[in-house]
C-alpha cells in the first residue's frame, strides 16, 4: 500500500520529539513544560520529581529523550542517570541543571548521559541540544564548554594540590596543613604558592573562590579532605 501524500504535495512533518521532564522543582518543570510545547517540535509525554518516578515513568511511557536535572533530594540526578541505562543502555538523557561544577559535568558524561546543558541556557540552544542528543549525538552547553574536551578542570591541579585546597577551605595555616599531611611546613607553602599561581588567584580566599567557581570545591562536601602522612621533602 503507498503511503498517503502530505497535503499540498509537500513532505511529511516528522513527529513531535517526546520528553520526560525531571525536575524537583515543579515551577521549573511547568516552565520549561510550556516553553517546549510552544515550538511544536516537542511534546511533553510525563513529569518527575524524584529518581525512582523518573525510572518508573521511562519503563510505561518509552520518551525519545529525558531532560534530567543534577540536583534532587533523595536519589539525585546521576543516580538515576546511571539506574536509567542500567534499565535501557540506549535510553537518551539531556541533562539540564543548575551546576556548572566540573564533577558533575564528568560524572554525568562517564554515567552515560548523551549532553549537559544548564539552565541559563537559551531558549533556541535547548531546542537545539534536544534534537542533536534526539539524533544520537552529544552535546555540551555553551555555559560548560571549557570543561568539555576530555581534560575536566580539576586538571589545573594535581591530587595533592587538591588536598591543599581543601584544607584552605577551611583556613588551615601553612604549618597546620603540613602537619595534616606530615610534609613540612616549607613543602605546604610551596603548594599553597603552586594553587594560587595555577588558579591565577591574588591571595589564598582568592584561591578558594576560585576553587568554588571552577567545581574543584563543592558547596556541602566533607569538612576536610583525607590526611595522607606521605613525606614529600
Known amino acids: 500500500m503507498n503511503p498517503l501524500p502530505a497535503p499540498h504535495g509537500g513532505p511529511r512533518a516528522a513527529p513531535p520529539i517526546r520528553l520526560l521532564l525531571v525536575d524537583d522543582h515543579p515551577v521549573m518543570r511547568a516552565g520549561l513544560a510550556n516553553l517546549l510545547a510552544m515550538s511544536g517540535d516537542f511534546t511533553v509525554v510525563g513529569q518527575a520529581d524524584d529518581g525512582p518516578t523518573a525510572l518508573r515513568l521511562w519503563s510505561s511511557l518509552a520518551p525519545d529523550v529525558c531532560l534530567l536535572d543534577v540536583s534532587m533530594a533523595g536519589m539525585d540526578g546521576i543516580e538515576t542517570l546511571r539506574r536509567l541505562r542500567e534499565a535501557d543502555p540506549v535510553a537518551r538523557v539531556l ?80 604549618a597546620e596543613i603540613g602537619r595534616l599531611l606530615g610534609i613540612s611546613e616549607r613543602t605546604a607553602r610551596a603548594h599553597v604558592a603552586a594553587i594560587m599561581e595555577s588558579l591565577d588567584a591574588p591571595d589564598r580566599a582568592g584561591a578558594v573562590a576560585k576553587g568554588f567557581d571552577l567545581g574543584l570545591l563543592k558547596v556541602g562536601s566533607p569538612s576536610a579532605p583525607s590526611a595522607r602522612r606521605a613525606e614529600e621533602d
Open 95 to 174: 541533562m539540564l541543571t543548575s551546576s556548572e561544577a566540573a564533577e558533575d559535568l564528568h560524572c554525568a558524561l562517564e554515567a552515560g548521559a548523551a549532553g549537559y546543558v544548564t539552565k541559563t541556557v537559551r531558549h533556541d540552544e535547548l531546542a537545539t541540544a534536544i534534537r542533536a542528543v534526539h539524533g544520537g549525538n552529544r552535546v555540551i552547553g555553551s555555559a560548560v564548554e571549557r570543561f568539555a574536551g576530555g581534560r575536566p578542570t580539576g586538571g589545573l591541579l594535581s591530587p595533592r594540590e587538591l588536598e591543599v585546597l581543601g584544607f584552605l577551605r577551611h583556613g588551615h595555616t601553612n
